[in-house]
């Protein structure tokens, strides 16, 4: 298995919802990450995890929550986003944890959110 | 920290022609990966190419391969008998002991 899945796909929520995108991967790797994109813009870091723990945090508003709660899963919440957040969210995961990163990133097809 | 810079935001080329996107980048680090990375319309990132700093030889992936250029920082990508399929956004990237820096991308069109 050499993918990272991503559910859902597309979603839609108001400024009052709490909803949650989950991140799925099963190659082993120990680092898994959270990228933000917008339209015709490269990815935007949000979040790390590297074995399991928050290792950066590109100073997200904390109305985006992280939480990792295994070596193959990495779930963000959304609570009380604005209509700017909405974007193509990315997970990606890579081999090593911590020190180097230079291995690659394999991506994931990403949720398009839409904050209305 | 790196910089990554990618000059031109738009490319076209005839199917079956060869293209080269262009990269410069900026690094203090020693021990360094360079990737080209194509994501089209269906968005899904993937990886084309990649170059590890301390290796001379450059890199090479079927149709794909780069022209490393390391005094000058400079990391092309040049695809070969080009294919409708290739038609993406193209994104330079960097990494060695921080996470991947992207450039903001070439936009690549086909001409059949």
């Known amino acids: 298995d050499t993918e990272v899945t991503q559910t859902p796909k597309h979603l839609v929520m108001g400024m009052t919802n709490k909803k949650s995108l989950k991140c799925e991967q099963h190659?082993?790797?120990?680092?898994m990450y959270w990228y933000k994109q917008k339209a015709k813009k490269p990815p935007e870091l949000m979040f790390v995890?590297?074995?399991?723990?928050?290792?950066i945090n590109e100073s997200v508003p904390s109305r985006f929550s992280p939480e990792c709660p295994n070596s193959s899963l990495l779930n963000l919440h959304l609570h009380a986003l604005q209509p700017e957040d909405s974007a193509l969210y990315l997970c990606?995961?890579?081999?090593?944890?911590?020190?180097?990163?230079?291995?690659?990133?394999?991506f994931g097809p990403g949720t398009r959110l839409t904050v209305l | 920290a790196q910089t990554v810079t990618q000059s031109q935001p738009e490319m076209s080329v005839q199917e079956a022609e060869t293209v080269t996107l262009s990269c410069t980048y900026d690094?203090?680090?020693?021990?360094?990966?360079l990737f080209w990375y194509k994501q089209p319309p269906s968005r899904q990132m993937i990886l084309v190419i990649r170059q590890e700093a301390y290796k001379q030889q450059n890199a090479t992936e079927n149709r794909f391969s780069v022209n490393f250029q390391k005094a000058a920082k400079s990391f092309s990508l040049k695809i070969s008998d080009s294919q409708l399929g290739d038609a993406a956004m193209y994104f330079c990237?960097?990494?060695?002991?921080?996470?991947?820096?992207f450039g903001k991308g070439t936009r690549l069109s086909v001409i059949a």
């Open positions: 190659m082993g790797h120990r680092a």
């Open positions: 990237a960097c990494s060695g002991n921080t996470p991947l820096v």
């Open positions: 990606a995961s890579s081999i090593r944890g911590t020190g180097a990163f230079y291995n690659e990133q394999f």
């Open positions: 995890y590297s074995y399991e723990k928050l290792s």
């Open positions: 690094t203090s680090e020693s021990d360094y990966y």
